[in-house]
């Protein structure tokens, strides 16, 4: 674990750099970073939600599992990229919220859980049988696709948490 | 107005909206929620909008994405406006004093008009073009308008947590 001192430091550089004075000082602006960031959570959790109930057979039975997930997994990445983007803007405007705060550190460890196992789904669907070959694999991908939603649910949760969260 | 007022009081004035207050873990976890199944409707709206549009999708019929992604849809809406009145009640008098608030309950409503609308009238024929790549003019225009006022709708919502007083 990293030295909360050293923490506090590299916050308190952040905030002396001029753009961390322009967000921090310009009233519009963390808010609609934050719509930003809101809509691509939207897009993202949407996307990988429905190949997650795909998986289910909850949705969507009549088009095959790896066309639900060419149409909607491969554009995540992109939109992980906006994410990453918005995400650090927001850091950089106030460090003290983010990097001397729990919830943060659990949402970044669950979005490295997160995006690995999103790969590891999109790889899969790229053989048209991998998750229905036999009883085993069938369960296998049913509890893939329940971590996934748990995943995405959990790094929801914890982001609106950095608020209610930030030490004083 | 009084009848309204009433109602107001008496649910600001309910247990359960003293709970949302008072709890320091309650609005956090309602407010997750909140964001959370906004995400679902927001997102799994944008598949039929960018559909209608011709931009995603076109290669499946309009019907079969509709679908596809609706039933989410629905049920995730039916979460976030339980959640969104949890924390209404808990502050009502407030949140109905924000603009941002009111910008976001008609920002609604107009996209709830939109799509009836477009069902009613713009996809009477919808049979006829539904395969097409490209739609006719009023199932575009649905789609555009469709997604622009959601994304006002997300920004308002976002608006609210920056324009409130303090409880």
Redesign the interface.
Known sequence: MVDAAILSDVGKWLAATSLSHTIQTTGWIIPALQTIHILCVAVLFSSTILVDLRIWRLLQRDVPLPDVGRRFLPLIWPVVLVLLVTGSLLTIGEPRRSLLNTSFYIKMALLAFALVLTGLLQWSLSSPEFWDKDRGRRIAGRLAATASILAWSGIIFAGRFIAYTQAG | MQPFADIISFLENSSIADAVRENDLLF??I??IH??F???V???I??VDLRLLGF??TR?PVS?VTR??L??TWGAFVVAVASGGLMFISNATKYLGNGFFIAKMVLIAVAGLNMVVFHFIGARDLPKWENDSRLPLPARLAGGLSILLW?AV??CG??I??TMQPG
């Open positions: 956090p976890v407010e997750s964001v959370l906004i995400c679902l927001v997102g799994s944008l598949v995603a999708s499946w079969r596809a992604v039933p989410l994304v997300v920004a976002r608006w947590g920056f």
